[in-house]
């Protein structure tokens, strides 16, 4: 198993691109989770999918935009970066039933200049 | 979820065991506490769990203390690898899954 993968590990945006973020998980996992963490902060919850079919805010959405393509995919979209974007991306699964142990990626870091 | 509080940064000798504390006096009945460690740069590791009982695994210990209001993670023996943010969580299985990152514990095991 690969486990949680994400692509691209790094990349530069100037402010106002676009681009989406994209997260894969191999363990048959029902929720997944989009965190941010900027500079030498905690994690803080962008978006979730509880299962296929469903997303919700977290504590910091404005700006982004997701998609949970179907079990395994749950994508993370900047319609228009913006410099406060600037942070490293965690993707993360849980698995069902009462194991809340989350699995996370290796983690995308975007700058926006 | 109940807040949690931390120590903001800790050290410990290579080879002696760390303590890191954890303060959550606000943890309701059905709140668990989860730990997760984090290794510069990395994703977020998941360590151990517990509700009441102490737990232990192969790399932790978790002590609850009788009245939930408080618990300590373990590490026998840290090594230099040991070295990270620890987070200490206390989480409803009620909340949609949601777990909420602080800012932690920044561990130091020095040499």
């Known amino acids: 198993n690969a486990g949680v993968t994400q692509t691209p590990k790094f990349q530069v945006l100037k402010t106002g691109q676009s681009m989406t973020l994209q997260c894969a998980q191999d363990?048959?996992?029902?929720?997944m989770y989009w965190y941010r963490q900027d500079p030498g902060m905690g994690l803080r919850l962008i978006y979730y999918s509880a299962s296929e079919g469903t997303t919700d805010k977290g504590e910091v959405p404005n700006g982004y935009n997701v998609s949970r393509l179907n079990k395994r995919e749950f994508s993370l979209r900047l319609e228009s970066a913006a410099p406060s974007q600037t942070s490293v991306y965690f993707c993360?699964?849980?698995?069902?039933?009462?194991?809340?142990?989350?699995?996370f990626g290796p983690g995308t870091r975007l700058t926006v200049t | 979820d109940a807040k949690t509080t931390q120590p903001t940064s800790m050290d410990c000798a290579e080879g002696r065991a760390a303590n890191l504390p954890c303060n959550h006096s606000?943890?309701?009945?059905?709140?668990?506490v989860y730990w997760y460690r984090q290794i510069h740069s990395q994703g977020p590791q998941y360590i151990i769990h517990?509700?009441?009982n102490n737990e232990t695994n192969e790399m932790a210990s978790l002590i609850i203390t009788e009245d939930r209001k408080s618990s300590t993670l373990i590490l026998p023996h840290a090594t230099l690898r040991d070295t990270a943010v620890y987070y200490c969580i206390a989480f409803s299985s009620g909340s949609a899954r949601q777990l909420t990152f602080g800012s932690g514990t920044q561990l130091t095991v020095l040499p």
């Open positions: 606000t943890i309701s009945g059905n709140e668990y």
């Open positions: 517990g509700l009441k």
């Open positions: 363990m048959n996992h029902n929720s």
């Open positions: 993360a699964s849980i698995p069902s039933g009462m194991n809340y142990e989350q699995y």
